[in-house]
């Protein structure tokens, strides 16, 4: 039985519709809903001032799509526990299913990088191969 549920919100159009099936699924199993955002900080920053910079904008983004999450699962009556983690976003995942027991990870099909991901890979491929728990990916 799964009783711990990770969703993977990355505040795009696909992660919200991931949401909304980890939330169905939190409920009718009476699981624990976790939501999981990453802040990615540049691989070469110039200066300090660029990571501060750049992690003020994930804050602010992260923030409203947290409050979206929360806002679409309390309508449901589920409550959603969120972490904001620094880090590369596969290997930041990985480590918080491994840490925290986690029986199911929910994730959307594309992120915001789409061009990126079909040209390289993508988060989404990475995890299903890597993620130590069952993958429900959502089209």
């Known amino acids: 039985m799964m009783k711990k549920i990770l969703h993977g919100l990355d505040g ?57 999450a929360k806002k679409v699962a309390a309508e449901k009556g589920i409550e959603i526990l969120s972490h904001v983690l620094v880090g590369h976003e596969v290997q930041t995942i990985v480590e918080f299913i491994k840490a925290h027991d986690v029986d199911l990870l929910v994730i959307g099909f594309m992120g915001h990088s789409a061009l990126y991901n079909r040209i390289m890979g993508g988060t989404c491929q990475n995890l299903v191969r890597l993620a130590p728990c069952s993958v429900l990916v959502v089209k």
Do not use: C, M
């Open 12 to 68: 795009s159009e696909g992660s919200f519709k991931a949401l909304a099936e980890a939330v169905d699924l939190a409920k009718a199993l009476s699981a624990e809903l976790h939501i999981i955002s990453i802040e990615e900080v540049p691989s070469y920053a110039e200066t300090i001032g660029e990571v501060v910079e750049e992690k003020l904008a994930a804050n602010g983004k992260f923030g409203d799509a947290i409050l979206r």
